[in-house]
């Protein structure tokens, strides 16, 4: 069972930045894909970033293509989400996954391909 713990969630103006963290309690995420997800208020959880195993392969959602990074630190237990020039439409329960199947290089855009979730972290982007 992995355990995972999202933070850098906040409140932030239009145009500005956050990274949020994606702790995991196994002691090598190594072997887990990663990948971020996102609920805005009312709607249904969408994709928004994916790394695979090896870390070579990302995913993006097209519309935070150019403005999110998705990467990982092993060594660190770590997956982050850098996020920047933030858009009111950002605003979102933002949520962490993995899953250890598949192969090393790829990365997974279904929701239904992760089997471990995080609690999320809410990020408000005012206008």
């Known amino acids: 069972q992995v355990q995972l713990v999202e933070s850098g969630g906040g409140l932030v103006q239009a145009g500005g930045s956050l990274r949020l963290s994606c702790a995991a309690s196994?002691?090598?995420?190594?072997?887990?894909?990663m990948g971020w997800f996102r609920q805005p208020p009312g709607k249904e959880r969408k994709f928004v970033a994916a790394i695979s195993r090896s870390g070579v392969y990302l995913e993006y959602e097209d519309s935070v293509k150019g403005r999110f990074t998705i990467s990982r630190d092993n060594a660190k237990n770590t997956v982050y989400l850098q996020m920047n020039s933030l858009k009111p439409e950002d605003t979102a329960v933002y949520y962490c996954?993995?899953?250890?199947?598949?192969?090393?290089?790829?990365?997974?855009?279904?929701?239904?391909?992760?089997?471990?979730w995080g609690q999320g972290t809410q990020v408000t982007v005012s206008s």
């Open positions: 996954a993995a899953t250890g199947t598949g192969a090393e290089h790829n990365a997974y855009r279904r929701s239904t391909d992760y089997d471990y």
């Open positions: 196994e002691r090598s995420i190594g072997g887990y894909a």
